[in-house]
């Protein structure tokens, strides 16, 4: 079984960088449902977002932050 997290950003020029969150979702589907509303709630007029979600072992613990690629593209070096 995988656990999902929810790298969020906004487009904005005061964007703060990346969001992260730890989804509760179990499966695939619902960790995008979820990380969705996490990013249209973020949304606003002159700050646009996009998210990526990150599925990860439920053996696997990661000690460090993500890097830029993995929170771009979803996958884990």
């Known amino acids: ?6 790298v969020v950003h906004g487009g904005h020029v005061e964007s ?4 992260v ?5 179990r499966t695939a589907r619902g960790a995008d449902d979820e ?6 709630r973020r ?10 979600v990150v599925e ?5 613990c990661l000690t460090r932050r993500l890097t830029w690629r993995e929170r771009l ?3 884990i070096q």
């Not at 079984?1 to 929810?6: K, Y």
């Not at 969150?21 to 979702?25: G, I, K, Q």
């Not at 949304?43 to 990526?52: I, K, L, M, Q, S």
């Not at 990860?56 to 696997?60: P, T």
């Open 35 to 40: 990380a969705c509303l996490l990013a249209a």
């Open 21 to 25: 969150y730890e989804l509760t979702a």
């Open 56 to 60: 990860i072992d439920d053996r696997e």
């Open 73 to 75: 593209t979803g996958k």
């Open 1 to 6: 079984m995988s656990r999902f997290i929810a």
């Open 16 to 19: 703060k960088g990346f969001d």
């Open 43 to 52: 949304d606003a007029a002159f700050d646009r977002t996009a998210y990526v």
